[in-house]
């Protein structure tokens, strides 16, 4: 009888452990809001480059969560990275928003920051933001640094 009562109390506590585990796992890979949360809206937004974002990444204005990319294209016709993005209906944009791929940190992952404009008319389901700055690609600054120290040293040694 004891040694029943004592694998139940064990059986409780790996199963505490494993839910603990799986809420952890949800909360790391952004997943934490599936089927519950609010209501969105999508809006879409075109960028040159698009860096390390990916799907589920969150959308910011003023370093508050205000959405999540839903999904990323790439445009045959403007031959550019089209990124939508689903933010709650409680946030309202103006229509001349600007969107810029941002980094948390040094070599953080990236999201969408949105900075709002003065324009009094609002951004509605389905409308495209405008105004878009890509992500700034490590490689190409290092390259460019690198470019610019060369072309100063130039060929003259004295």
């Not at 909360?27 to 809206?41: D, H």
């Not at 969560?65 to 209906?89: H, M």
């Amino acid at each position: 009888m004891q040694r029943s009562t004592l694998d139940l109390w064990v059986g409780l506590f790996v199963m505490g452990g494993i839910g603990a585990l799986l809420v952890l796992a949800m909360k790391v890979g952004n997943m934490s809001s599936i089927g519950g949360g609010s209501e969105t809206y999508a809006l879409t937004a075109n960028f040159d480059n698009i860096g390390g974002l990916k799907p589920r990444a969150p959308v910011k204005s003023s370093g508050v969560v205000v959405g999540r990319v839903s999904g990323i294209t790439f445009d045959n016709e403007k031959f550019n990275a089209r990124v939508t993005l689903n933010i709650e209906k409680t946030y309202k944009f103006p229509k001349d928003t600007s969107a810029s791929i941002l980094t948390s940190g040094l070599l953080g992952e990236q999201y969408v920051g949105l900075e709002g404009g003065g324009d009094p008319v609002n951004l509605n389901a389905g409308d495209r933001i405008k105004q878009t700055q890509s992500a700034v690609v490590l490689e190409k600054l290092i390259g460019q640094f690198l470019y610019s120290k060369a072309s100063e040293g130039g060929g003259d040694k004295k």
